[in-house]
């Protein structure tokens, strides 16, 4: 099973955007870890945010206080709000949970 990232674009610096991550219904309301993640090219695969087991939420220091996890459980989606986007934030973004697979992620181009 894999997760359905989407909202991916070109935005300007200090631009924002957001990010949704559509799951089944098992996975939504499950326990277990659920995150983002980016990789840009020539990079290693990073953790950005994270909802951890018991609902703890991590950032990234990178991201801190400029991008914040939110779900919706009537559409079994979570959403990652970036504000503040820096051309470093380029990357594909990826959303995973410990129940699914690597989809193909979305791609997130912030121009200087």
């Known amino acids: 099973e894999q997760a359905v990232e989407s909202g991916g674009g070109l935005v300007q610096t200090g631009g924002s955007l957001t990010l949704s991550c559509a799951v089944s219904?098992?996975?939504?309301?499950?326990?277990?870890?659920i995150g983002w993640y980016r990789q840009a090219p020539g990079d290693l695969r990073d953790m950005v945010a994270i909802?951890?087991?018991?609902?703890?939420?991590h950032y990234s220091d990178s991201v801190k206080g400029r991008f914040a996890i939110s779900k919706d459980s009537s559409k079994n989606t979570m959403y990652l709000h970036m504000n503040n986007l820096k051309p470093e934030d380029t990357s594909v973004y990826y959303c995973?949970?410990?129940?699914?697979?690597w989809g193909p992620g979305t791609q997130v181009t912030v121009s200087s």
């Open positions: 909802i951890a087991y018991g609902g703890t939420i």
């Open positions: 219904e098992r996975v939504f309301n499950s326990d277990n870890a």
């Open positions: 995973k949970s410990e129940m699914t697979d």
